[in-house]
């Protein structure tokens, strides 16, 4: 990969932004970085990890990478064994469950301020604050849109350029984009149906928002989308499944398969998906903010983010540190964004007209400022909770109000078990 930002200068723009680079001794200084495997993510960093060791010649970086389906279960057998990585790439909502299992240590307030990630990060990345110490920080941050494959909107005699600005439109041009052959089966899904895709997200704290509730309390301990709002939500997305027929869950094995296949017009997914899709030439799509519903709009942001494991001590401690702030850097931020798609943690970089502005970019940088993002205290468990509720609806046909009340009632028992603990 070239980096094509200005060539970075020795800070990396750290003293700028409150994040100052420690003192490293000159002999040698080997970490370990893991981060779990996605394709255009691990070019980045072995593109950046060079720049990186130029500007800190006593530091190396080891970059290995795993599978996302037992990324944290090699976490949690290597950090507890004293071996591992020194800093881990890790999803914000992971944070409670790696606090509870002494993985992490707190990032040094000496080398990255807590004061300057308040002033200059987006708010949402004070989900990576607990007790008053940030745990990790993030290059990038993430929003969901609307993706639309522009060719078939075309066949279908609809202007490309007209994405669905409300639910009511969503699900009027998911219909008229649905194809089925002879026998009724679904040739072409007027929208993909994947909840184990950004669905899990879109339904619980974009269409509840949308519908007029909340999904939690403010303080996360309690579920509160068993409500009305919950329940006209979930039926909402439901009805699209069992009796419009636009699509369903796994069709074509999953939603990016389907929408990279030219089989799916419509999918909502996650701003990390650009660069996949734009390295498909023959793809001709269009990216727009989420539908709104009643004049209510909503979006779900999270992160990825980088932390200090306690395995990292003395000069791996401070040469740990120093990685995770240059990945933090502007500059990075900015080859992130055209190489991987996500958007920027700082608001200086991400909140450009240029960003803004930018037919790929702008809708995600815009869903921003009306995003939510949840607490998560066992993250994979509460999502595993709404995958399995949207499963047995589609095999059960229960009505909308019994799977929320079942889906409400599993998570806060998810929930009840964190804190009893």
Request: proline share 6%.
């Amino acid at each position: 990969m070239t980096l094509t930002r200005r060539a970075f200068v020795a800070s990396t723009g750290l003293a700028a932004a409150g994040l100052a680079a420690p003192a490293i001794a000159q002999s040698k200084v080997e970490i370990t970085y893991w981060q779990y495997s996605f394709p255009v993510k691990e070019t980045a960093i072995n593109a950046l990890i060079p720049v990186f060791e130029k500007q800190n010649p006593g530091i190396r970086v080891r970059h290995e990478t795993f599978p996302y389906a037992n990324f944290n279960t090699k976490v949690a057998v290597a950090v507890p064994a004293g071996s591992g990585p020194d800093v881990v790439n890790l999803f914000y909502g992971w944070i409670p469950q790696y606090l509870k299992g002494g993985y992490l240590q707190p990032l040094p307030a000496g080398v990255i301020s807590p004061a300057a990630i308040e002033a200059e990060f987006f708010p949402l990345v004070q989900a990576a604050k607990v007790n008053g110490s940030y745990y990790a920080l993030p290059t990038a941050v993430r929003s969901l849109a609307l993706f639309t494959n522009r060719k078939l909107f075309r066949e279908a005699g609809l202007d490309p350029a007209q994405a669905p600005r409300t639910l009511a439109e969503y699900r009027d041009l998911a219909i008229r984009l649905t194809r089925r052959d002879a026998s009724g089966n679904i040739t072409v899904a007027g929208s993909t149906m994947q909840p184990s895709g950004q669905h899990v997200n879109w339904i619980r704290e974009v269409l509840v928002r949308q519908f007029g509730g909340t999904p939690y309390s403010a303080d996360f301990r309690k579920v509160t989308y068993d409500s009305p709002a919950g329940v006209a939500a979930m039926r909402w997305y439901l009805d699209l499944i069992r009796r419009d027929r636009v699509g369903f869950p796994d069709f074509m094995t999953d939603d990016v398969t389907a929408f990279r296949a030219g089989r799916a017009a419509m999918t909502i997914d996650g701003s990390f998906r650009l660069a996949a899709l734009n390295g498909q030439k023959e793809l001709d799509f269009g990216v727009a903010e989420l539908p709104e519903h009643e004049g209510r709009r909503a979006n779900f942001a999270s992160f990825w983010a980088n932390g200090i494991t306690r395995n990292a001590t003395g000069a791996r401690a401070e040469a740990a540190a120093r990685f995770v702030a240059f990945l933090a850097s502007p500059d990075v931020m900015g080859v992130w964004l055209e190489k991987v798609g996500e958007l920027p943690a700082r608001k200086a970089v991400g909140l450009t007209p240029a960003n803004l502005a930018h037919p790929q970019y702008g809708p995600f940088i815009r869903g921003l400022e009306y995003a939510s993002a949840t607490a998560f205290v066992d993250e994979l468990g509460q999502r595993q909770v709404l995958l399995d509720a949207v499963d047995d609806a589609v095999a059960s046909n229960r009505p909308a109000e019994e799977v929320v009340r079942r889906m409400a009632q599993r998570e806060q028992d998810v929930i009840d078990a964190f804190y009893a603990h």
